[in-house]
């Protein structure tokens, strides 16, 4: 007979849940929240003292020029885009949190443009 596998979104929600019982975002220090769809990418200053979203960027409204929305280089775009709005607001550190992805390419690329834009993880 043999067991019937997990769908790739049971696991990566089992490895989210893992975390964020580790990770909290306060008003100071929110958490920097990476989601990848299918199309685009998206990232999240969230407070989770308050519970509230302080900001948010998506792949859709920052593309580099002539690149998908897919891209790794438009992911880092997202990444410094989040940084700059983040210092608007005098925000310089951040917990990063992967939400049950692999730290590598679209999600590594998120959290590289922040770094270079300023944010210290």
């Given amino acids: 007979m043999g067991f019937k596998r997990e769908s790739k ?6 490895r989210k849940a893992r975390v964020r019982k580790r990770i ?5 220090r ?7 769809s299918l199309k685009y990418t ?3 200053l969230i407070s989770d003292e308050s519970g509230a979203v302080i900001v948010s960027v998506s792949s859709k409204s920052v593309r580099a020029d002539g690149k998908s929305s897919r891209s790794v280089e ?6 410094k885009k989040i940084a700059e709005l983040a210092k608007a607001k005098s925000i310089t550190d ?17 959290a590289a443009g922040a ?3 300023g944010l210290n993880f």
């Fill in 115 to 117: 770094r270079e834009a």
């Fill in 42 to 44: 998206y990232a999240q």
């Fill in 24 to 28: 909290k975002g306060t008003d100071e």
């Fill in 74 to 79: 438009t992911s880092k775009e997202v990444g």
């Fill in 30 to 36: 929110p958490r920097l929240s990476v989601f990848r």
């Fill in 9 to 14: 979104e049971v696991s990566r929600v089992t």
């Fill in 94 to 110: 951040v917990v990063f949190d992967r939400n049950g992805y692999i730290y590598h390419g679209r999600v590594a690329a998120v």
